[in-house]
């Protein structure tokens, strides 16, 4: 076949190429035709006719495709473009193209539509109760704790220490000098070197002046800024020197010193929102607003990386264990979850969780729903996945993020020794209270 098809494209070759010509002719000049001088002893050979033409150009291609191709050095890549191409198709298929290759998320709605699920996250201020978005929160705990060295400075400046330095090593070395320099006075009442603190110590320099609130905390139990001399120098130098009035309360000291070790940060809490809404075909629904989506610069990059990470995983073979391990790792970038829960009565009641948050959050915050609250339930995802509040286990973790329905039962044996016993079980699942409030969900 190969020998016939070299001789096919030479004929074809040959009669395309025109009259021939001497190499003694003048270029130009056409060459007579010849007359042939006898009969020519055999037919001229004919061309290959249509069907022949046909089997030899499909012979040619299968031929051509059997041909090994070199592999360059860029075949993996080539291997990547593919299955990038394949992930962009299947995005666009889903209508999703932001997100291919991982689970598909609803597009955030503008908080000024009607459809929004919860109008954003919001967070409660633990000194003064107000409902602050996420961007006002730091500003407003400050002022509060601020606002409160007017009626109580100790606990403002242990505030202060805790919540303005963001370092917590640093924090923690700080407050543990501080609390052995009150253990020295508590100790040694008598001696007077322990009642006086060096403002240009090295030690108190490195570990007690870089801190925020400390000064304000030195001077709320009774220390007093002082210049006194010092031994073989010329010039005083600045003391924290303990009035005679605190040194005259040891046990104020004790407790101020207690209260600066079992201090926390003081962070805004996150504001459930809870609502209750009647029974609804659209309870699996969630239009979320696009706190639940923003991602600062930081965790943009970081997801950029991810999905890079993702083509270059899909062009290699994996095991269960990775692709799990890959899954509850893309979990892990949702910081909150939009929670409903549905009761046997079709009321839906929700909630705002952080993502991270345990199984146990979300069944104490059901129980304080409820009007029957010591009755034990259950709680069960979708595919009738059972959540145990006894599981240690975060929102993330069980695929409850970034949104989830989920459904209440009461626990049946329980019901049954009620019912055994006389008695019946409250007809209102919620508290009259929420049920007062109850919204249509749209």
Same mark, same amino acid.
Request: charge should be positive; proline fraction near 6%; charged fraction near 30%.
């Given at each position: 076949?190969?020998?016939? %098809?070299?001789?096919?494209?030479? *004929? +074809?070759k040959? $009669?395309? &190429?025109?009259?021939?010509?001497?190499? =003694? @002719?003048? /270029?130009?000049?056409?060459?007579?035709?010849?007359?042939?001088?006898?009969?020519?002893?055999?037919?001229?050979?004919?061309?290959?006719?249509d069907?022949?033409?046909?089997?030899?150009?499909?012979?040619?291609?299968?031929?051509?495709?059997?041909?090994?191709?070199?592999?360059?050095?860029?075949?993996?890549?080539?291997?990547?473009?593919?299955?990038?191409?394949?992930?962009?198709?299947?995005?666009?298929?889903?209508?999703?193209?932001?997100?291919?290759?991982?689970?598909?998320?609803?597009?955030?709605?503008?908080?000024?539509?009607?459809?929004?699920?919860?109008?954003?996250?919001?967070?409660?201020?633990?000194?003064?109760?107000?409902? %602050?978005?996420?961007?006002?929160? *730091? +500003?407003?705990? $400050?002022? &509060?704790?601020?606002?409160?060295?007017? =009626? @109580?400075? /100790?606990?403002?400046?242990?505030?202060?220490?805790?919540?303005?330095?963001?370092?917590?090593?640093?924090v923690?070395?700080?407050?543990d000098?501080?609390?052995?320099?009150?253990?020295?006075?508590?100790?040694?009442?008598?001696?007077?070197?322990?009642?006086?603190i060096?403002?240009?110590?090295?030690?108190?320099?490195?570990?007690?002046?870089?801190?925020?609130?400390?000064?304000?905390?030195?001077?709320?139990i009774?220390?007093?800024?002082?210049?006194?001399?010092?031994?073989?120098?010329?010039?005083?130098?600045?003391?924290?020197?303990?009035?005679?009035?605190?040194?005259?309360?040891?046990?104020?000291?004790?407790?101020?010193?207690?209260?600066?070790?079992?201090a926390?940060?003081?962070?805004?809490q996150?504001?459930?929102?809870?609502?209750?809404?009647?029974?609804?075909?659209?309870?699996?629904?969630?239009?979320?607003p696009?706190?639940?989506?923003?991602?600062?610069?930081?965790e943009?990059?970081?997801?950029?990386?991810?999905?890079?990470?993702?083509?270059?995983?899909?062009?290699?073979?994996?095991?269960?264990?990775?692709?799990?391990?890959?899954?509850?790792?893309?979990?892990?970038?949702?910081?909150?979850?939009?929670?409903?829960v549905?009761?046997?009565?079709?009321?839906?009641?929700?909630?705002t969780?952080?993502?991270r948050?345990?199984?146990?959050?979300?069944?104490?915050?059901?129980?304080?729903?409820?009007?029957?609250?010591?009755?034990?339930?259950?709680?069960?995802?979708?595919?009738?996945?059972?959540?145990?509040?006894?599981?240690?286990?975060?929102?993330?973790e069980?695929?409850?993020?970034?949104?989830?329905?989920?459904?209440?039962?009461?626990?049946?044996?329980v019901?049954?020794?009620?019912?055994?016993?006389?008695?019946?079980?409250?007809?209102?699942?919620?508290?009259?209270?929420?049920l007062?409030?109850?919204?249509?969900?749209?």
């Open positions: 076949m190969k020998k016939f %098809l070299k001789e096919f494209k030479a *004929d +074809i040959f $009669k395309s &190429a025109g009259p021939g010509q001497k190499l =003694t @002719d003048a /270029v130009g000049e056409k060459a007579p035709k010849e007359k042939p001088s006898q009969p020519a002893l055999r037919q001229p050979r004919q061309g290959p006719t069907e022949a033409q046909k089997a030899a150009a499909a012979a040619l291609a299968r031929l051509e495709q059997k041909q090994p191709r070199a592999r360059g050095p860029t075949s993996q890549e080539s291997i990547r473009n593919q299955v990038r191409k394949e992930l962009q198709a299947e995005a666009m298929v889903s209508g999703n193209p932001e997100s291919p290759g991982t689970n598909m998320v609803p597009e955030p709605k503008k908080e000024g539509s009607t459809r929004l699920a919860v109008p954003g996250v919001y967070f409660i201020c633990p000194l003064t109760g107000a409902s %602050l978005r996420k961007d006002q929160r *730091d +500003i407003c705990i $400050k002022q &509060a704790i601020l606002s409160h060295f007017s =009626t @109580d400075p /100790v606990a403002a400046s242990i505030m202060k220490i805790h919540t303005f330095n963001k370092d917590r090593e640093r923690k070395l700080g407050v000098t501080i609390a052995k320099y009150l253990d020295n006075i508590h100790l040694h009442p008598e001696e007077e070197k322990y009642r006086k060096k403002l240009q110590n090295k030690v108190f320099q490195e570990r007690i002046n870089c801190l925020e609130g400390t000064h304000e905390f030195f001077e709320a009774g220390f007093q800024r002082t210049m006194l001399p010092v031994p073989d120098q010329d010039d005083p130098e600045e003391f924290y020197v303990l009035s005679a009035a605190a040194l005259g309360q040891p046990q104020s000291l004790e407790r101020h010193k207690e209260q600066l070790l079992r926390e940060p003081v962070r805004a996150l504001d459930r929102q809870r609502r209750v809404f009647r029974p609804s075909a659209l309870a699996s629904q969630f239009d979320l696009g706190d639940f989506f923003s991602l600062t610069a930081e943009l990059r970081r997801e950029q990386k991810l999905r890079a990470d993702a083509v270059e995983r899909l062009s290699m073979l994996r095991t269960k264990a990775m692709r799990e391990k890959e899954e509850q790792r893309e979990l892990r970038k949702y910081t909150y979850t939009l929670l409903r549905r009761f046997p009565d079709g009321c839906l009641l929700q909630g969780f952080y993502a948050e345990r199984l146990s959050a979300l069944y104490a915050f059901v129980r304080e729903a409820l009007q029957s609250d010591w009755l034990p339930f259950e709680l069960l995802a979708s595919g009738g996945q059972k959540l145990s509040e006894e599981e240690d286990l975060a929102f993330n069980c695929g409850l993020v970034p949104s989830a329905l989920l459904t209440f039962s009461w626990d049946m044996a019901l049954e020794d009620i019912k055994a016993a006389g008695a019946e079980p409250d007809v209102s699942i919620l508290k009259p209270e929420l007062v409030a109850i919204e249509r969900l749209s």
